[in-house]
């Protein structure tokens, strides 16, 4: 009994604490900046919608896709007309992936 009381004293003297920790922002970067700088991937496993993360060793990021429906559409008309082997114009929209700076 003492020690359960010990315990829920000493969480709600922390727990105030650990909610008043600020984070902090930064700008997003694209990877290919990150990968250009060094940065090196490791997976996630896909957790919080991620594809994958970079890390330099001391800094890490997370990376998300950034893409719109109208990109989408442009690539698969594109692939599939190459399917049906009438692709001419191979141009089609890049997959931004923008990574996120995690603390």
């Given at each position: 009994?003492?020690?359960?009381?010990?315990?829920?004293?000493?969480?709600?003297f922390?727990?105030?604490?650990a909610?008043?920790?600020?984070?902090?922002?930064?700008?997003y970067?694209f990877?290919?900046?990150?990968?250009?700088?060094g940065?090196?991937?490791?997976?996630?496993?896909?957790?919080?919608?991620?594809?994958?993360?970079m890390?330099?060793g001391?800094?890490?990021?997370?990376?998300?896709?950034?893409?719109?429906?109208n990109?989408?559409?442009?690539r698969?008309?594109?692939?599939?007309?190459?399917?049906?082997?009438?692709?001419?114009?191979?141009?089609?929209p890049?997959?931004p992936?923008?990574?996120?700076?995690?603390?």
């Open positions: 009994m003492i020690r359960a009381g010990v315990i829920s004293g000493l969480l709600a922390v727990a105030p604490v909610m008043a920790v600020e984070v902090d922002r930064s700008e970067q990877v290919s900046d990150l990968s250009a700088a940065y090196a991937p490791f997976g996630t496993g896909g957790s919080g919608n991620t594809l994958f993360g890390t330099d001391s800094e890490i990021y997370l990376c998300f896709l950034l893409d719109t429906p990109d989408q559409s442009q698969q008309s594109a692939l599939l007309a190459e399917l049906d082997g009438g692709g001419d114009d191979r141009s089609v890049n997959i992936v923008v990574c996120v700076l995690t603390q």
